[in-house]
């Protein structure tokens, strides 16, 4: 079993920034694909950001990209997303992932592990 929590949710004005975290403990983290999706009121639970065990590949949404940047740090068992320039339309719970597969995926059903989500809301 792998545990994830996320936090770095909240409340910021369009044009904003802020940082999300997840932590990871359990199976080892370096060898799990992370992702973060989000779900919007009413909306399904789509996907925003992924990368790979080493770091090495990313791959964004269209919706997010050149605004919002995925990490990890593997020694600290965390993957980050970082976003900037952030608009109304980002506001959603934002939920971590880990896949134990090797290929970097934006499909949700190929995740095995979900956190529980953080709110993060953009106000106009």
């Not at 639970?45 to 949404?61: D, M, N, Q």
């Not at 020694?75 to 997303?81: D, G, M, S, W």
């Not at 608009?87 to 959603?92: I, K, L, Y």
Request: overall charge positive; proline content about 2%.
């Amino acid at each position: 079993q792998m545990q994830l929590v996320e936090s770095g949710g909240g409340v910021v004005q369009a044009g904003g920034s802020l940082r999300l975290s997840c932590a990871a403990s359990g199976r080892t983290f370096s060898r799990h694909v992370m992702g973060w999706f989000r779900q919007a009121p009413g909306k399904e639970r789509e996907f925003v950001a992924a990368i790979s065990w080493g770091g090495g590949t990313t791959t964004y949404a269209e919706s997010v990209k050149g605004r919002f940047t995925i990490s990890r740090v593997n020694a600290k068992n965390t993957v980050y997303l970082q976003m900037n320039s952030l608009r109304p339309e980002d506001t959603a719970v934002y939920y971590c992932a880990a896949d134990s597969g090797v290929l970097v995926t934006r499909r949700l059903y190929d995740y095995d592990y979900w956190g529980q989500g953080t709110q993060v809301t953009v106000s106009s």
